[in-house]
């Protein structure tokens, strides 16, 4: 495994949740797995965090469950975007765009 | 869109939240599988693999609490659930819960008893659309501390004339109507009221009309409103009695109207008249018998009412010194003027309530810490299972304001109860009086109240023993076997704090008690002047309209008393215009012969009484010099009075009264010299205050149409009431009798107030102690049970019993010392407090402090003394056998 995983910043789980799900349905450990897979290993969600924040955007609407089989045949729950998940993830990425840019300027000026 | 899957949402975890649960459970199990697997596929061994796949996890329990506490609609399940948990846990212990929900029946309880009363009698006594906007006017004469004064009626038709402050003004007087025309006589008490009064407190008739302007001049004023009572009891509800006459004092009225079932001012009022003034009665600046009441003009403050009528008062002082010098006008919200006296006792009562519920809270917060070390293992396996500290509080919380609202709902009950089998019992004649007293009842807003503190006292008892009980040391709990040893130190500190609250509270509240009681003991010893026992009284109020001239109410008097004198059983009989006791009187400025005149607003003043020749015999007031009256002392003979001790010593101290010559000054001027004939001894008119200065006159010298007729009987004065109504028939069939009452029910209720406030106070003082002392006794014993080892061994080393004895009391009188020293302070300032009801006993009274300690102390020493003795009897070897 790669170098030490970094603590979420509050608000961040739910833009890598969304994006993690932009390329298909997934269950709980696939969710995990492709977030350390698209940070680099960056960031491991604990099923501690995962689950509750997997449940809570069902709540809202952001993605759906279903009940299916996984690789190995095993019954697993999957999570897919919804059409407002969508337009999360977008006010999500702009949202992290505006603050990943003043972070910058913050860190440039002298 | 995405607010109708939230609701969703919201509804499915809330209601379908078992199908919820198995659907999370299952998936936390695949995830941990699936990680199982991958290690297995990492090439770890199996067992390996499930170890590394469950720490990774963090705990299936734990994760399923992380998700349900971010679930929507988790607050409400949540606290669903601990309302269902802390249920199981009050059934699982019903010692436990039976014992606190009595405890906190009888405290809220007696907060709702008390507080139905003061929301009746204090916060709402009469029932107008705006209260703030009503006023009641009064005279009043700093200089000669005349705080409230009724009103002279040239005062108040100038005041009425000259105000910009009030839209309306109105005066009303007491008025005596017999109502005639009915197959029994029957008084009424009446009012007669300018006719701007309805206006004035917004009321409206419910049937008819108000009186109208023109009814308030002489000739047009025989119009009446009747109460909706007397409506419906004399008058069978019938609407078309409006616009039709009835007999009033023998004299046709035209009924204009009745009022509405809620409309209670003034309290007792039976019938309404209109009162018009005469151009003397309009000229009179001298005789105060009127009460006034106003209506303030939009954006005009009391304040502001005040400085304009003072204003005036001011000017008329100027204008009549001879009637109006040093009289000023007191304007205040009408709700607080017809409250008045009611006010202090039943603060005092409120607060001492109070205390007793919080008593109640210190004794079920020390049972339930005893509870919370007895659950330690309960709370320690919850943390495991992944309940957050503020979660096992909230749980802890919820649990104690269901007890809370149980004992509140049989609180409830027992106020209900209190009020049903009435615990407190004022004769019906006196509680009319009394504004709100009908209207005592468990309504919306006493239930409202009930329920805030049953709420509130579950918070204040629960949040204690929450706190203590959610930190506990889980690894600790857990070990099999591990002994329950409490909390340590801080634990016991707590709950001994609030054992030495519990006592101080108790001290203060006794010690208040005491005083009252005292107070009230105090005064059902002082003599009233004259021997009250197996006196029948009762009013007549003979009708101007046919009883024409003085001759004939005269001989009606004297020929009743006669009459009644003759009844077997009757011992004497007698009439006086004004009972004792009864807190009324009439009061003259006076002239005494051969003295200088006195400035105007300097004039010696004294009460004056009309009373029958064989009064004083029939009251057994002792005649100290002199005579008593007799038929000579009539309208040919000269002119006599009576004067009492306390008339003697303040006017003629040193000298001789028989011979002195008075009369009286102001609007009774006219009347010539009275030659006084007899120095009697004082009575009282209320218990409490000193006896007045006093002055008799016979009743032929002085008519009164209305007077009481007193009777001495033999048997038990009640039993004469009918016959002595008989001769009243027998002379006047169409005379009326009322506010019949014997002398011990007009002492009984004088005394009402400090007799309530001292039983009800000594009722929740023994309450308070009672609680005290079984929270002493829970204390006591559960320490005692922890230092068994410590007994055991002390014993094993040749301790004597009487030592372990000391030991256990030493520790129980020790707390029950320093309650009694944290509690004087207290007592002082309760004392200080109610010292305006005291009567007879400083605030600070030694004997009552000494003899409340001491009752404290006894208590104490008998609540220590039971687990004293279970640890004397300890065995040793069987204790240490044990550990």
Same mark, same amino acid.
């Given at each position: 495994m790669s170098a030490e995983p970094t603590t979420l910043l509050q608000g961040t789980l739910d833009l890598l949740i969304l994006k993690s799900l932009v390329a298909g349905e997934k269950h709980g450990l696939g969710v995990s797995r492709r977030i350390q897979q698209i940070t680099g290993g960056t960031f491991v969600v604990k099923p501690g965090s995962l689950f509750p924040a997997l449940h809570r955007m069902e709540d809202e609407g952001w993605i759906s469950s279903f009940w299916g089989d996984s690789e190995n045949n095993r019954r697993a729950k999957y999570y897919r975007l919804t059409k407002a998940g969508r337009k999360q993830l977008e006010v999500e990425t702009a949202r992290w765009g505006r603050i990943a840019w003043a972070i910058d300027q913050a860190l440039e000026a002298s | 869109m995405p607010l109708l899957v939230k609701a969703r949402s919201f509804l499915r975890n809330l209601f379908l939240?078992?199908?919820?649960? *198995?659907?999370?459970?299952?998936?936390?199990?695949?995830?941990?599988? /699936?990680?199982?697997?991958?290690?297995? #596929?990492?090439?770890?061994?199996?067992?390996? @693999?499930?170890?590394?796949?469950?720490?990774?996890?963090?705990?299936?329990?734990?994760?399923?609490e992380q998700v349900r506490e971010r679930r929507m609609g988790h607050w409400l399940h949540s606290v669903f659930a601990d309302c269902r948990y802390g249920a199981r846990q009050l059934r699982k212990n019903p010692g436990f819960t039976a014992?606190?929900? =009595?405890t906190l029946a009888l405290g809220i309880g007696a907060n709702t008893y008390i507080f139905s009363i003061v929301d009746a009698l204090l916060l709402r006594p009469i029932r107008f659309p705006d209260p703030g906007k009503v006023v009641a006017l009064w005279e009043r004469v700093p200089n000669l501390g005349i705080d409230r004064n009724e009103l002279a009626p040239a005062n108040f038709l100038d005041w009425r004339a000259q105000n910009h402050v009030f839209d309306h003004i109105a005066a009303q007087e007491w008025w005596d109507a017999n109502l005639g025309g009915v197959e029994y006589p029957e008084h009424l008490h009446g009012f007669l009221v300018t006719p701007d009064y309805f206006a004035t407190v917004e009321a409206q008739p419910m049937l008819g009309r108000a009186f109208l302007p023109e009814e308030g001049t002489p000739g047009k004023d025989h119009v009446a409103m009747l109460t909706y009572r007397l409506w419906r009891d004399h008058f069978s509800s019938d609407p078309s009695v409006v616009g039709k006459p009835v007999l009033l004092n023998g004299i046709d009225y035209t009924v204009v109207g009745v009022m509405g079932p809620d409309y209670n001012y003034p309290s007792g009022a039976q019938i309404w008249a209109a009162l018009a003034f005469t151009p003397q009665s309009g000229a009179n600046r001298g005789s105060h018998y009127l009460h006034g009441v106003a209506h303030l003009a939009a954006g005009i403050s009391p304040q502001q009412a005040q400085a304009e009528l003072s204003a005036i008062a001011a000017r008329l002082a100027k204008q009549y010194p001879a009637t109006n010098i040093g009289r000023d006008v007191k304007v205040m919200p009408l709700v607080e003027s017809e409250v008045g006296q009611a006010r202090a006792p039943l603060i005092v009562l409120m607060v001492a309530v109070g205390l007793v519920l919080a008593i109640a809270c210190a004794n079920i917060s020390n049972l339930m810490l005893a509870r919370a070390t007895s659950r330690q293992r309960e709370t320690a396996? #919850?943390?495991? =299972?992944?309940?957050?500290?503020?979660?096992?509080? #909230?749980?802890?919380?919820?649990?104690? /304001?269901l007890l809370g609202s149980l004992g509140g709902g049989l609180g409830v009950l027992l106020a209900f109860l209190c009020l049903k089998v009435q615990v407190i019992r004022i004769p019906p004649e006196f509680a009319r009086m009394i504004p709100g007293w009908g209207r005592i009842a468990i309504n919306t807003p006493v239930l409202l109240f009930t329920s805030l503190i049953s709420l509130g006292t579950g918070l204040v008892f629960g949040f204690l023993p929450a706190l203590r009980a959610s930190c506990p040391n889980v690894n600790d709990s857990l070990k099999e076997g591990a002994p329950s040893t409490g909390f340590g130190r801080r634990h016991r500190l707590l709950r001994n704090t609030l054992i030495v609250a519990e006592v101080a509270l108790s001290l203060a509240l006794l010690v208040t008690a005491g005083l009252m009681m005292k107070s009230f003991v105090r005064l059902e010893r002082v003599s009233p002047g004259f021997n009250p026992d197996r006196l029948l009284t009762m009013f007549i109020a003979l009708p101007d309209a046919r009883y024409t001239s003085s001759e004939q109410t005269v001989n009606f008097y004297e020929q009743l008393v006669e009459r009644v004198q003759n009844l077997p059983g009757v011992q004497g009989a007698a009439a006086a215009n004004i009972l004792p006791l009864g807190g009324m009187n009439s009061t003259s400025t006076l002239r005494i012969e051969g003295r200088p005149e006195p400035a105007p607003g300097q004039e010696p003043e004294a009460n004056f009484r009309t009373v029958t020749n064989s009064y004083f015999r029939t009251m057994q007031i002792p005649i100290l010099r002199g005579r008593e009256?007799?038929?000579? &002392?009539?309208?040919?003979?000269?002119?006599?009075?009576?004067?009492?001790?306390?008339f003697?010593?303040?006017?003629?101290?040193?000298? &001789?009264?028989?011979?002195?010559?008075?009369?009286?000054?102001?609007?009774? @001027? &006219?009347? +010539?010299?009275?030659?006084?004939?007899?120095?009697?001894?004082?009575?009282? &008119?209320?218990?409490?205050?000193? +006896?007045?200065?006093?002055?008799?006159?016979?009743?032929?010298?002085?008519?009164?149409?209305? /007077?009481?007729?007193?009777?001495r009987t033999s048997p038990d004065p009640r039993s004469l009431e009918a016959s002595v109504r008989v001769q009243v028939a027998a002379l006047d069939r169409d005379q009326p009798v009322f506010d019949i009452m014997t002398m011990d029910d007009l002492r009984s209720v004088t005394l009402i107030g400090w007799r309530l406030g001292g039983t009800l106070m000594a009722a929740f003082a023994g309450f308070a102690l009672g609680l005290a002392a079984l929270g002493l006794f829970g204390v006591i014993a559960y320490a005692a049970k922890e230092r068994t080892h410590e007994i055991?061994? #002390? /014993?094993?080393?040749?301790?004597?019993?009487?030592e372990v004895f000391r030991l256990i009391v030493g520790q129980g009188m020790a707390l029950a010392l320093i309650g009694l020293l944290a509690g004087l302070p207290l007592a002082l300032g309760m004392g200080r407090a109610v010292a305006g009801l005291l009567y007879g006993v400083s605030p600070n009274d030694l004997a009552t402090f000494a003899g409340v300690a001491a009752i404290l102390a006894g *208590?104490?020493?008998?609540a220590c003394y039971i687990p004293a003795r279970r640890a004397m009897h300890t065995d040793p070897w069987a204790a240490l056998k044990n550990e």
């Amino acid at each position: 495994m790669s170098a030490e995983p970094t603590t979420l910043l509050q608000g961040t789980l739910d833009l890598l949740i969304l994006k993690s799900l932009v390329a298909g349905e997934k269950h709980g450990l696939g969710v995990s797995r492709r977030i350390q897979q698209i940070t680099g290993g960056t960031f491991v969600v604990k099923p501690g965090s995962l689950f509750p924040a997997l449940h809570r955007m069902e709540d809202e609407g952001w993605i759906s469950s279903f009940w299916g089989d996984s690789e190995n045949n095993r019954r697993a729950k999957y999570y897919r975007l919804t059409k407002a998940g969508r337009k999360q993830l977008e006010v999500e990425t702009a949202r992290w765009g505006r603050i990943a840019w003043a972070i910058d300027q913050a860190l440039e000026a002298s | 869109m995405p607010l109708l899957v939230k609701a969703r949402s919201f509804l499915r975890n809330l209601f379908l939240s078992r199908g919820v649960e *198995v659907d999370l459970d299952q998936e936390v199990r695949a995830h941990l599988e /699936m990680l199982t697997e991958e290690n297995v #596929r990492r090439g770890m061994p199996p067992e390996e @693999a499930q170890r590394a796949a469950r720490i990774e996890l963090g705990g299936i329990e734990q994760v399923k609490e992380q998700v349900r506490e971010r679930r929507m609609g988790h607050w409400l399940h949540s606290v669903f659930a601990d309302c269902r948990y802390g249920a199981r846990q009050l059934r699982k212990n019903p010692g436990f819960t039976a014992a606190a929900a =009595l405890t906190l029946a009888l405290g809220i309880g007696a907060n709702t008893y008390i507080f139905s009363i003061v929301d009746a009698l204090l916060l709402r006594p009469i029932r107008f659309p705006d209260p703030g906007k009503v006023v009641a006017l009064w005279e009043r004469v700093p200089n000669l501390g005349i705080d409230r004064n009724e009103l002279a009626p040239a005062n108040f038709l100038d005041w009425r004339a000259q105000n910009h402050v009030f839209d309306h003004i109105a005066a009303q007087e007491w008025w005596d109507a017999n109502l005639g025309g009915v197959e029994y006589p029957e008084h009424l008490h009446g009012f007669l009221v300018t006719p701007d009064y309805f206006a004035t407190v917004e009321a409206q008739p419910m049937l008819g009309r108000a009186f109208l302007p023109e009814e308030g001049t002489p000739g047009k004023d025989h119009v009446a409103m009747l109460t909706y009572r007397l409506w419906r009891d004399h008058f069978s509800s019938d609407p078309s009695v409006v616009g039709k006459p009835v007999l009033l004092n023998g004299i046709d009225y035209t009924v204009v109207g009745v009022m509405g079932p809620d409309y209670n001012y003034p309290s007792g009022a039976q019938i309404w008249a209109a009162l018009a003034f005469t151009p003397q009665s309009g000229a009179n600046r001298g005789s105060h018998y009127l009460h006034g009441v106003a209506h303030l003009a939009a954006g005009i403050s009391p304040q502001q009412a005040q400085a304009e009528l003072s204003a005036i008062a001011a000017r008329l002082a100027k204008q009549y010194p001879a009637t109006n010098i040093g009289r000023d006008v007191k304007v205040m919200p009408l709700v607080e003027s017809e409250v008045g006296q009611a006010r202090a006792p039943l603060i005092v009562l409120m607060v001492a309530v109070g205390l007793v519920l919080a008593i109640a809270c210190a004794n079920i917060s020390n049972l339930m810490l005893a509870r919370a070390t007895s659950r330690q293992r309960e709370t320690a396996i #919850r943390t495991a =299972l992944g309940a957050t500290r503020r979660r096992l509080i #909230r749980q802890w919380l919820v649990e104690s /304001m269901l007890l809370g609202s149980l004992g509140g709902g049989l609180g409830v009950l027992l106020a209900f109860l209190c009020l049903k089998v009435q615990v407190i019992r004022i004769p019906p004649e006196f509680a009319r009086m009394i504004p709100g007293w009908g209207r005592i009842a468990i309504n919306t807003p006493v239930l409202l109240f009930t329920s805030l503190i049953s709420l509130g006292t579950g918070l204040v008892f629960g949040f204690l023993p929450a706190l203590r009980a959610s930190c506990p040391n889980v690894n600790d709990s857990l070990k099999e076997g591990a002994p329950s040893t409490g909390f340590g130190r801080r634990h016991r500190l707590l709950r001994n704090t609030l054992i030495v609250a519990e006592v101080a509270l108790s001290l203060a509240l006794l010690v208040t008690a005491g005083l009252m009681m005292k107070s009230f003991v105090r005064l059902e010893r002082v003599s009233p002047g004259f021997n009250p026992d197996r006196l029948l009284t009762m009013f007549i109020a003979l009708p101007d309209a046919r009883y024409t001239s003085s001759e004939q109410t005269v001989n009606f008097y004297e020929q009743l008393v006669e009459r009644v004198q003759n009844l077997p059983g009757v011992q004497g009989a007698a009439a006086a215009n004004i009972l004792p006791l009864g807190g009324m009187n009439s009061t003259s400025t006076l002239r005494i012969e051969g003295r200088p005149e006195p400035a105007p607003g300097q004039e010696p003043e004294a009460n004056f009484r009309t009373v029958t020749n064989s009064y004083f015999r029939t009251m057994q007031i002792p005649i100290l010099r002199g005579r008593e009256f007799s038929s000579q &002392d009539s309208t040919k003979g000269q002119l006599v009075v009576a004067v009492n001790k306390a008339f003697a010593a303040r006017f003629w101290p040193g000298e &001789d009264p028989l011979g002195k010559r008075i009369r009286f000054s102001g609007p009774l @001027a &006219d009347q +010539p010299w009275r030659t006084v004939v007899a120095v009697v001894g004082n009575i009282q &008119d209320e218990l409490n205050v000193p +006896p007045p200065v006093e002055m008799y006159f016979p009743l032929r010298q002085q008519v009164k149409s209305t /007077m009481a007729l007193v009777v001495r009987t033999s048997p038990d004065p009640r039993s004469l009431e009918a016959s002595v109504r008989v001769q009243v028939a027998a002379l006047d069939r169409d005379q009326p009798v009322f506010d019949i009452m014997t002398m011990d029910d007009l002492r009984s209720v004088t005394l009402i107030g400090w007799r309530l406030g001292g039983t009800l106070m000594a009722a929740f003082a023994g309450f308070a102690l009672g609680l005290a002392a079984l929270g002493l006794f829970g204390v006591i014993a559960y320490a005692a049970k922890e230092r068994t080892h410590e007994i055991a061994m #002390r /014993m094993a080393l040749g301790a004597a019993p009487n030592e372990v004895f000391r030991l256990i009391v030493g520790q129980g009188m020790a707390l029950a010392l320093i309650g009694l020293l944290a509690g004087l302070p207290l007592a002082l300032g309760m004392g200080r407090a109610v010292a305006g009801l005291l009567y007879g006993v400083s605030p600070n009274d030694l004997a009552t402090f000494a003899g409340v300690a001491a009752i404290l102390a006894g *208590v104490a020493f008998a609540a220590c003394y039971i687990p004293a003795r279970r640890a004397m009897h300890t065995d040793p070897w069987a204790a240490l056998k044990n550990e």
